[in-house]
Each structure stands twice: as C-alpha cells, then as structure tokens.
C-alpha cells in the first residue's frame, strides 16, 4: 500500500494535468463554457428556493433566515460531494479501454474526478459570497475554518470514490443503486432544513451521516450568527474522514490487480 | 545483462461464461458465493509457464497465431496485470506501444494530449516540453497540433501516439502489433526508429504478424502457441517451424471441408465459365475421390510453389467406355482460369475405360503464386457431354517465400552483366 502510495505521489504532474484536461473538456463546445460552473448551482437554488419558499411556505424552512443563503451553503458541497461519487461510480466503466493498454495508478481516475469536483466547488463560493454580501451577513473569523472543513470533505469524498469506483467495476448494480443511496442521503442531510429543526430523535440518526456533520459547519461558517462551535466536530470529522480515506485506499489497492482485468 | 527476464509465467482468466453470475451484485449475494466466485476456479489459461530472457541490447520477437497468448504475455511485461504465478522482471525504463493514443481525449487539442500521454508513459511535463518539437515532427502534425483530436484522421491519430510513445525513450519498448498504422512513408520511419533504437543498444520486444519484420529485425525470436512456447531462438528457424505448423494447419482446414460439403447433384449450367460450385453429369463414369500428392506419395492441400504435384482422381466406369476425355482446371479465388487441358486437347485417343481406375495428372513444378486455388476435374465425351463434372470443388493453398505477384511463376533466372553486384538472388 506505502508503495502505491508512493506511485501515486509521482503522478502528481499527470492529475494535475488530467485535472485541468477534465475542465476544459467538460464545457468545450457549449457557448457558455465555464460559466456553467456558476450556473448550475445557481439553478439548482432556484429550483429549491422556488418549491420550498413558494411552494410550499408553510415548513419549518420559513423559520430560517436568508434561507436561500442557507440552502446554497447545503447545497454547494452536496453537488460536489455527489456528483464525484456518481462520476467514480462510472469512471473505469467508461475509461476501462485506458486501463487495459496503459500503465499508470488507476486511482488518479477517481481521484481525479473529485479534484474536478472541488475546482467547480471552488467556483461556486464567489456566488456564495455574492448572496452573503447581498443579505448582510457579517464576515467573521469564523471562516477561517473554512479549509479545514474543505479538507475534511476531500478526504471523505476520495475514500468512499476509491472504494466505489473499485467495486463498481465488480458489480455494475452499484452504479443504480448509487444514485438511490445518494437520494436518500441528501434527504438525510440537514440541507433544505436545518438540524436543529428535526425531533430529537431523528437529530440522532442524522448525526451518523457524515455529511450532516459537513453540512451543519459550512453552514455555521457561513450563515448562522455567533462564534463557531461546532469546530471540534470538524476536527473529529477529520479523522473519520482521514480513516475512510485510508480504508478507501486499502479496499482499492486490494482490488487494483482485478481492474484491468474487469473493467 | 538481461533486460526482461521471464520466469514459469503463468495467467489464468476466469471464463466468460462465470462473469455473469459474477456481474451482478444480486446474483452474487443470492448465491451466497462471493468469496468463492472471487477465486476463480474454471479460469481459462492464456499463459501456462512460458520462460525467456531478452538480453540487454537485443531485439525479440514473439509469433504466434491470433489468441495464442502474445498479447497477455506483452501486458504482463509491461505491468498491466499480475501473473497468476510465475515471475517477470523488466530492468530499465519500460514503454509500451500497446494501443496507440489509448487515453488521447477528443475534445482537447492535441498539445494537451501529447503532455497527458507522455506523463501516463511516465514523462515529467520538462521532459516533454523538451522533446514536444520531436514529437510533433515525427507525427507530421505541426499545423494540426493545437486543433482537438477529435478532429483528427485515424492515421493523424495514430502517428500522434506512435510518436508521443516512442519519444519516451525508453530502455525497453514493447511493440504489440502496432506498425500497421499510416502509409508506406510512416511505416518506413517507424521502421527506421527501431533500427536507431537497436543501434543505440536499447531492448525491443516485437509482437508481430509481420513475418518478414522478425527475420529481418530480431535476434532471437520466439514461437508461441497456446500458452506455451513451441520453438525459441535463431528467428528464421522459428519463422519456418511456425510456417510449417500454419500450413499443416490450414491443410487440416482444407482437408475437412469437403467432407463437409459432399458434392451435389446438378444439372450443368449454361454458361460453364460463369457456374458456381457444384457436381453434374450423366454418371456412366464416376470420379470417385480426388487426392492431392506430394512428390513422396503424401496426400496435402497446401504445397510450395516450386513443389511437383500429382493430382490423382480415383474413376470408376459403371459400363466399358470407348468415348472418354479426363480434364483439370485450376482457377484462382477469384474465378480466373489459370490453366486448363483435357486428354482430348493433347491429342490423346480414347479406346478402352473399364471398372476401377487411377488418373494421374502430374505437375513437375507447380508455378502459382502464392494463394488459394480452386480446381475441377472432370471425365466427359468427346463431344463435351459430362460423365461426371467437378466444378471447383477442390482447395490447394499454395505458399511462397518469394512474394512475387501475378498467378504464374514462369521458371526464371537473372544475369547481371560486371558493373553490377548483387547477393542473395
């Protein structure tokens, strides 16, 4: 495993290079190009916005201030977060003709998806603040926890996308089951109503869904008033996300001999 | 000093068949055999202890017939997959021209290719920047560099990764049937980078078809079959045994086929020269079995083209003839008549044809050139009415070092006058 590691270190330049390639290919060709990085969040909020504010005004998303604001801070990194799982799901399914005629770690594929992924993040956030200046919500200190945050989604996010795209390759079934298990996730995730609104019992349940641990801090650093408290959970995150990551890694390295074979 | 060293080298694929139950993750839990489904055990062998060292500097190449474990044996050299058992050691830098332009993306330039490519080779981005000129030159792609690949021919495609591949420079190259790509003049190049890379003391390993290319390339070849290796060494000498087994094979082939397809009954056709395959006549006479001899009495289908061939037709007369005529036409696969006579033709006056008979037809030296040749045999009456008509109901593949064209082979020699030097004729 430390001599994979060592491997994939060395291709650092090659999914750098692969990551850059995935940005400019995803939007060649379509007029609006990168602006689709903006876009689509955007939309996406629109869309929630409209049927949670409009639609539906009576729920409890009526008591929550700058609720669009709060919703775009959910909804940011779960468009990250679900879309690079979805990708891996599909990445050597798709790309599998590479492996069988090329030698190179096979993990950078994965890897590389998500790192795309934090790029359209990364892209995302001047829309973040463009709503937090719009409503007036101070800037504070807190954000400077906002890295850290970030790491700890990087790290869970490349552990489950090893493990997933790993086994996809075995069982093609994961790739629909996915998308499901995503569906249930992103209800099961305190994004279009906060944590704090669910009955205690459900806040249990919720709390062992690690994104729910992500997505409470993103939105405590961005719009929820008052110093940070939830910062210890973060770091106790870190380390969850830090051990899925290397179980992640273990699983894949464990199954890597199998994927030129099977993909 | 050994630049690849392959020990008892052994790869086992699990049968198609089993992926299925394997494929899906109900079936894997409803059977409850995840564990035992991943070992594997009804694995089909593509490699069954194959061993040789490539020495430092040399040029190896391995034959082999289609699915005869070439390519498996030339992924495990490079790393792509494990050896079921059994060891390899590559020292050096490895590349390897597997797929040319495997990992090339359609939508962007080829620039940013050509840097993707070359780091999954295992090139550093200075590397590259370094020999990007070379690169692009060789490939003849200067005006087209920056334009996406998906705009591309397959020919541009390809010379892009050729290129892109053996500006690696690595210490040992592997070539899997990749010449083929691009005209005559890039062939050529290709050809002459192998012969610099020989020079310049570097390993090549060849997988090829390119019979000629390993007689005239490599130092020792290897032939391998089935998993296993059928001959190893002086490459002409391998060349031939491998010809050898190919023409037995083919002669096997040839020998079943018309046991397969006995010959029908069939009214003559109209036009002879335009008439399909097929069996006709009035049956008075028959012609019973056809043999194709070697000058030694050994019945084949597949001959050399400056071998002596009797083609000998077992007859029968069902009632004592006086008015007979033996004819033998060889036509080539595409329906041309390469030589055609009859008994009657020559001058021969039939007087007597009575029960169980043989009629040899005996060629001093075969002449065709080199391909597959159908051939008729008849016995009819003078007058042309058939006792029993063949029409191409016989194969004979006839082989050729010598890839000269055309249908004949004339005997022939060459005189040069003093002035002008050459070996080998």
Known sequence: ?263 | MNAIEVRDVRKAYRRYGRRKQFATLKSALLSGGIIRDLKGEAAFEALRGVSFDVASGTTFGIVGRNGSGKSTLLKLIAGIGKPSAGDIRVHGRLSALIELGAGFHPEISGRDNVYINGMMLGLSKREIARRFDEIVAFAELEEFIDAPVKTYSSGMYMRLGFSVAINVDPDVLLVDEVLAVGDEAFTHKCLDKFAEFKRRGKTVLIVTHMLDLITRFCDPAMWLDHGVTRAHGDPKRVIDAYLLDVAAQENRALAAAPAASTPRDASPPADMNAAAEGRWGSREAEIVAVDFLRSDGTASHVFDSGEPVEIRLRVRAHEPLSDFVFGVGIFSVDGVCCYGTNTDIEGAEPAEFRGDAEVGFHLDRLGLVEGTYKVDVAVHRRNGAPYDYHRQLYTMRVTSKVKDTGTFRPPHRWTFSSGIRLSGL
């Open chain 1, 1 to 263: 495993m430390l001599h994979s590691f060592r491997q994939l270190l060395r291709h650092r330049a090659l999914i750098e290079s692969l990551v850059a390639r995935e940005l400019k290919a995803r939007y060649r060709g379509s007029a609006l190009g990168l602006l689709w990085s903006f876009l689509n969040p955007l939309l996406l909020l629109l869309i929630y916005t409209f049927v949670f504010s409009v639609v539906m005004p009576g729920g409890r998303s009526g008591q929550v201030e700058h609720f669009p604001l709060f919703l775009f801070c959910g909804i940011l990194p779960w468009t990250w977060f679900s879309s690079s799982l979805l990708e891996s799901a599909n990445v050597f399914v798709a790309g599998g003709g590479l492996l069988k005629k090329v030698l190179f770690p096979a993990e950078v594929l994965p890897i590389v998806t998500v790192l795309a992924g934090l790029v359209h993040f990364c892209l995302g956030l001047p829309i973040l603040v463009a709503f937090i200046l719009y409503y007036r919500v101070p800037i504070t200190l807190d954000l400077a926890w906002l890295p850290l945050i970030v790491a700890d989604q990087l790290l869970l996010t490349i552990g489950l996308a090893l493990i997933v795209s790993a086994l996809t390759v075995h069982f093609r079934d994961l790739r629909d089951l996915l998308g499901n298990l995503l569906t249930l996730a992103f209800f099961a995730t305190p994004i279009v109503y906060p944590l704090s609104q669910a009955p205690g019992w459900a806040q249990r349940f919720l709390a062992l869904n690690p994104f729910t641990h992500l997505a409470v801090a993103y939105q405590e650093v961005f719009v929820i008033p008052g110093p940070f408290t939830g910062w210890p959970r973060v770091i106790e995150l870190g380390l969850v996300s830090l051990a899925v990551c290397f179980a992640g890694y273990f699983v894949f390295d464990r199954l890597r001999d199998t994927l030129a074979e099977e993909a």
